[in-house]
Structure formats: structure tokens, C-alpha cells
């Protein structure tokens, strides 16, 4: 399917959805859920918009199958379940629309706002959005074409899985031969000064005003989206790959692996191992290890160079007492097994 191939047409959102006000729930006010619980949308452009689970208490909800955006952030995300809201947020709604369509439509109005400036000083609010245009595929009379929508968004969903099976099964194929490695309750631990272990490098201060738009990752102490905080095309001596970069900052003793080149910050230290290439399983591996010493260190105590050198880690060891890379590797090839074969069974359901 191509969406080259269709009659486009232009249309006001106000003549084609609702547009509504969401009442706004502050964060102080929500207990997390621990369990079953509600969506908590804000103004993020994060997993999906979701800031969190709340528990379900006494609140007006938004209706499933609405679209919703932030005065702020300036995007558009589907939302399939009823949800509550933060702060200067809308949703939009329109009759029998659906996961496909609208997951077609979030992308059209997220497309429909590109270049316009929205965001912090200019609010993408609900009298603003109304009265824009929206490009929609339309059918034989003029009108939005939904069932083209809902079908086009299948198909891709399907090409998706299509590909996503074909990957799984190959990488399972090349794990095959690690599935009884053995149990950490049944192997040896040796205690190693970091230092012995592994080599730590500095990065190098980048202010944001300084940074330049580009395709490089930039690392900052952060505790998701793997440490990327930015794309930038600026070059520096940090620049590097296969490596750790461990937060000594920020989100103190958070770390993840970055096979790919990169710029890492002045509160990023960037770890490689001594007596061995490193690759993606050793590392995450020894990733896991450093996570174990972060209840150590906190905004006052900080998880420094000085410290890192000196802090002792438990390893896997052999035979002749020393660091088992083997059977480190070996491990997380396991899991890795392991959690692929669930994600192969899992069947998407018909709706």
C-alpha cells in the first residue's frame, strides 16, 4: 500500500473531531500503582505520553480511543484506554475511531504541526488546534477515507510482525548452543577492585547552547532512553563506542551500553574492559553488576572517579580464580534466549 497512490484533502479539525479541555490531576495528588491501575498522561513526548500508572480513584476520565496533546510538548498520541491528565492538556475525539485509524491520524496532525513553532512560549492549545487543517486520504465522494486508514495501518502492523518474527527467529537460531548454562547459585564469585577490571575514561563538557544538530548520540546523566539526551554533530575527544558510560552525576551509577559512536558528557564516565574485547553481552552483563552498588551512592556521596577506581564488584570466576568472561557472555545469551522464545509465541490478537 502506498500512500502516494490516494486522493489527499485538506479539512479543519473542528469539522472533523472534538476538541476538548482535560481535567487537569497534579502529580502530588496520585498514589503510583503497584499493581492493576490508570494511565497518567502529561507533558512528555515519552512512552506514548504516559508519565506514569496511577491507582483509580475517584476521577473524571478521558474516554478510550482519544487522541491527546499537550499545550507544551506540542504532540499528538493515541491513547486505546481510558487515562487522567496532567496539567494545559486536550484530547480529541471523533465517533467509532479506532486503534488503526486513530494511530493514522495521531501521525497526520503530528505531521500537521511540523515548523509551526509550537512548544514552551507558543502553547499548542485547544482553540489553536481547532482551527488548523489536517491532510487526510479521501474516498469517491470528498470525504476522509477512514477505512483506508484503518487498513493501511494493519498492513503496516502486519509488515512490522512479519519482520520482527524473522529477526527473532534468527537470533534465537544463533543462541541455540547456550541454553544450559548454568545457574548463578551453582557457579564460583571472586571480588575485584573495578579498577583491575576495567578502564574509565572522562567525557567532555558540552553545553547545550554550544550544541550543534546532528545525528551523533549525545550522553547525558540520564536514566532512560539509554543516556541519549540529544543528536548533535558536534565532534570532541569523548567521542566513542563499544562502552560503558557510567553516570557519576545525575542519576548516579545508571549506566548503559553504547556499541555505537558517541559524545558523552563531563558527568559520564565511559568504561571498557581490560583483558578481553568487550561486546554487547559482556557488557551488559557487567552493566548489571555496577547497577547492584547504586543504592550506595546518592547527590551527596558521589559514585566519582576516585570512588569507581576503588569499589569492589563480584564476578563470575574459574577454575583458576579468575574473571569467567565465558560464562558471562554465556548467560546473557541465555536470557536473551529466553526472552526472545516468549516474545515468538506471543500471538497479536484480532480485533
Given at each position: 500500500?502506498?500512500?502516494?497512490?490516494?486522493?489527499?484533502?485538506?479539512?479543519?479539525?473542528?469539522?472533523?473531531?472534538?476538541?476538548?479541555?482535560?481535567?487537569?490531576?497534579?502529580?502530588?495528588?496520585?498514589e503510583?500503582?503497584k499493581?492493576?491501575?490508570?494511565?497518567?498522561?502529561s507533558?512528555t513526548?515519552?512512552?506514548?505520553?504516559?508519565e506514569?500508572?496511577?491507582?483509580?480513584?475517584?476521577?473524571?476520565?478521558?474516554?478510550?480511543?482519544?487522541?491527546?496533546?499537550g499545550?507544551?510538548?506540542?504532540?499528538?498520541?493515541?491513547?486505546?484506554?481510558?487515562?487522567?491528565?496532567?496539567?494545559?492538556?486536550?484530547?480529541?475525539?471523533m465517533?467509532?475511531?479506532?486503534?488503526?485509524?486513530g494511530?493514522?491520524?495521531?501521525?497526520?496532525?503530528n505531521?500537521?504541526?511540523?515548523?509551526?513553532?509550537?512548544?514552551?512560549g507558543?502553547?499548542?492549545?485547544?482553540?489553536?488546534?481547532?482551527?488548523?487543517?489536517?491532510?487526510l486520504?479521501?474516498?469517491?465522494i470528498?470525504?476522509?477515507?477512514?477505512?483506508?486508514?484503518?487498513?493501511?495501518?494493519?498492513?503496516?502492523?502486519?509488515?512490522?510482525?512479519?519482520k520482527?518474527?524473522?529477526?527473532?527467529?534468527?537470533?534465537?537460531?544463533?543462541?541455540?548452543?547456550?541454553?544450559?548454562v548454568?545457574?548463578?547459585?551453582?557457579?564460583?564469585?571472586?571480588?575485584f577492585?573495578?579498577?583491575?577490571?576495567?578502564?574509565?575514561?572522562?567525557?567532555?563538557?558540552?553545553?547545550?547552547?554550544?550544541?550543534?544538530?546532528?545525528?551523533?548520540?549525545?550522553?547525558?546523566?540520564?536514566?532512560?532512553?539509554?543516556?541519549?539526551?540529544?543528536?548533535?554533530?558536534?565532534?570532541?575527544?569523548?567521542?566513542?563506542?563499544?562502552?560503558?558510560?557510567?553516570?557519576y552525576?545525575?542519576?548516579?551509577?545508571?549506566?548503559?551500553?553504547?556499541?555505537?559512536?558517541?559524545?558523552?558528557?563531563?558527568?559520564?564516565?565511559?568504561?571498557?574492559l581490560?583483558?578481553?574485547?568487550?561486546?554487547?553481552?559482556?557488557?551488559?552483563?557487567?552493566?548489571?553488576?555496577i547497577?547492584?552498588?547504586?543504592?550506595?551512592?546518592?547527590?551527596?556521596?558521589?559514585?566519582?572517579?576516585?570512588?569507581?577506581?576503588?569499589?569492589?564488584?563480584?564476578?563470575?570466576?574459574n577454575?583458576q580464580?579468575?574473571?569467567?568472561?565465558?560464562?558471562?557472555?554465556?548467560?546473557?545469551k541465555?536470557?536473551?534466549?529466553?526472552?526472545?522464545?516468549?516474545?515468538?509465541?506471543f500471538?497479536?490478537?484480532?480485533?
Amino acid at each position: 500500500m502506498d500512500l502516494n497512490n490516494i486522493q489527499w484533502g485538506e479539512f479543519e479539525i473542528r469539522n472533523e473531531f472534538f476538541v476538548k479541555n482535560s481535567k487537569a490531576y497534579h502529580k502530588t495528588e496520585l498514589e503510583e500503582a503497584k499493581n492493576i491501575g490508570i494511565s497518567y498522561v502529561s507533558r512528555t513526548n515519552l512512552n506514548n505520553g504516559v508519565e506514569s500508572i496511577v491507582k483509580i480513584g475517584d476521577f473524571k476520565f478521558n474516554k478510550e480511543n482519544t487522541i491527546v496533546f499537550g499545550a507544551e510538548n506540542a504532540t499528538f498520541f493515541y491513547q486505546p484506554n481510558k487515562y487522567i491528565t496532567g496539567n494545559k492538556m486536550y484530547y480529541i475525539e471523533m465517533e467509532n475511531l479506532n486503534q488503526y485509524s486513530g494511530l493514522f491520524i495521531q501521525m497526520m496532525l503530528n505531521n500537521s504541526i511540523v515548523g509551526c513553532g509550537f512548544g514552551y512560549g507558543k502553547g499548542l492549545i485547544g482553540s489553536r488546534v481547532e482551527k488548523r487543517c489536517i491532510l487526510l486520504p479521501i474516498n469517491s465522494i470528498g470525504q476522509p477515507d477512514y477505512a483506508f486508514m484503518e487498513q493501511y495501518m494493519r498492513y503496516k502492523e502486519q509488515e512490522k510482525i512479519t519482520k520482527y518474527n524473522r529477526y527473532i527467529t534468527k537470533r534465537i537460531e544463533s543462541f541455540k548452543d547456550f541454553i544450559d548454562v548454568k545457574p548463578f547459585n551453582e557457579i564460583e564469585w571472586g571480588e575485584f577492585f573495578l579498577e583491575d577490571v576495567l578502564n574509565i575514561k572522562a567525557g567532555k563538557r558540552l553545553i547545550k547552547a554550544d550544541m550543534k544538530e546532528g545525528e551523533i548520540p549525545f550522553i547525558g546523566a540520564s536514566d532512560s532512553n539509554n543516556g541519549i539526551t540529544n543528536y548533535i554533530s558536534n565532534t570532541n575527544s569523548s567521542l566513542d563506542s563499544n562502552v560503558l558510560g557510567v553516570n557519576y552525576n545525575g542519576s548516579v551509577a545508571e549506566n548503559f551500553y553504547h556499541p555505537y559512536k558517541a559524545i558523552f558528557s563531563d558527568d559520564v564516565k565511559r568504561l571498557s574492559l581490560k583483558d578481553v574485547n568487550g561486546n554487547e553481552f559482556l557488557y551488559l552483563f557487567v552493566k548489571t553488576i555496577i547497577l547492584k552498588q547504586k543504592s550506595k551512592f546518592q547527590y551527596a556521596y558521589k559514585f566519582n572517579e576516585a570512588r569507581m577506581l576503588r569499589q569492589k564488584l563480584l564476578f563470575p570466576i574459574n577454575e583458576q580464580g579468575k574473571i569467567d568472561y565465558s560464562y558471562m557472555e554465556n548467560y546473557i545469551k541465555k536470557l536473551e534466549y529466553d526472552k526472545l522464545t516468549k516474545y515468538l509465541a506471543f500471538k497479536t490478537p484480532v480485533n
